[in-house]
């Protein structure tokens, strides 16, 4: 390669950095402010949270590799268009090669990436943010719970309650065996031992209801347990969590396959959409707003397809016919659009 490739190279990658710092920290700071919500109110530490949500950067970058390709490609090309750097090597006497090259060389880095990232990285990053969220969720103690939001505990047992410093107030329990009963209490304490909860109630009523009636009895003061479910152990079934390696221990699975063809076509997408790019775009030196608009649009609906593909129940081969049709789709229909320009 020659400067004029190395130089067109790293401003692609240049831009292509830019939007993968933007889409990435966005997407970031989504997935943080979820999990702050969500566990902040179960007293887990703002450094674990942080942590967890660390783990997932590599899914994300997965996720958003497409976006960063797209408007990488459309971001260095305004560039280019906009110095008239584009004019300036085709008035040296250079070809379209010249940008062949490093167009060439961002499709093997990208590819690289997204098998990399699909496969293996992203995998096992992921597969460890599940078991500590595991972990996490399950270590929780309710004490610790600012705000409760019907605790379910098992099948039969669901509560819900306000905890003030450490005071609970507005206690609702639901028991669901051969009655539905349900519980209230002013205030009172909860208890938690390893396979036990235990209500200290005070100042409340209890309602079972039962086919033929409803029986309603108050108490000053009321104790009661239930036995509650053990923690479960980490059960590896996310597909996001699955490497290359675990996925082929079992290749004959359908559930594998399918998983091993999504990831495939995936990065094919990412080809497709540089050849797109390059001959719609590069090689007729169209750079106008309209053309790139129309580009981002047909990239993003052959994504919005692909997801939906990804969400139905197929049989592999019908998936891959209908991957395929996707991936082709934009290119027909881009080719209809230039012909009709053409023509008019």
């Given amino acids: 390669m020659n400067r004029i490739n190395l130089y067109l190279f ?34 887990i530490s703002p450094i ?12 994300l970058i997965s996720i958003t590799l497409p976006f960063i390709l797209i408007f990488g490609f459309v971001l260095a090309f305004i560039k280019f268009s906009k110095d008239k750097e584009i004019i300036a090597i085709f008035s040296f006497g250079l070809s379209i090669n010249e940008i062949k090259k490093p167009i060439i060389l961002i499709i093997i880095l990208f590819t690289l990436s997204s098998v990399g990232l699909s496969f293996i990285l992203s995998p096992n990053t992921y597969n460890i943010y599940k078991k500590n969220e595991h972990e996490l969720r399950n270590s929780i103690k309710i004490d610790k719970i600012n705000l409760s939001n019907f605790i379910k505990f098992n099948e039969n047992l669901t509560i819900d309650f306000e905890n003030e410093n450490g005071i609970f107030k507005n206690i609702l329990i639901n028991i669901k065996e ?11 304490k909860i208890e938690q031992e390893k ?19 409803i029986e309603s009895l108050k108490f000053d003061s009321y104790l009661s347990d239930f036995a509650i479910d053990e923690v479960k152990k980490y059960n590896k079934f996310d597909s996001n969590a699955l490497n290359i390696f675990e996925l082929l221990e079992d290749k004959n699975n359908s559930r594998n396959k399918t998983i091993i063809y999504h990831r495939i076509i995936d990065t094919l997408i990412l080809v497709s959409i540089s ?23 047909l990239t993003i609906i052959c994504l919005t397809i692909d997801n939906l593909l990804e969400n139905f129940t197929f049989k592999n081969n019908y998936m891959i016919i209908f991957s395929i049709i996707n991936i082709f789709l934009i290119h027909v229909f881009q080719l209809i659009l230039n012909y009709s320009k053409i023509n008019e």
């Fill in 10 to 43: 790293s401003q692609i990658l240049n831009s292509c950095t830019l939007v993968f710092f933007i889409f990435v920290s966005i997407a970031w700071l989504l997935q943080l402010s979820r999990l702050f919500n969500i566990m902040s109110n179960l007293q």
């Fill in 178 to 188: 051969k009655n539905d009963v349900i519980i209230y209490a002013k205030n009172g």
């Fill in 275 to 297: 050849i797109l790019f390059y001959f719609n775009i590069i090689t007729k030196n169209n750079y106008k707003l309209k053309n790139l608009i129309l580009f981002i649009i």
């Fill in 195 to 213: 396979n036990k909860i235990i209500f200290k109630l005070n100042n409340g009523f209890k309602i079972e209801i039962d086919d033929n009636s």
């Fill in 48 to 59: 674990n949270i942080l942590y967890l949500s660390i783990l997932i950067i590599p899914n």
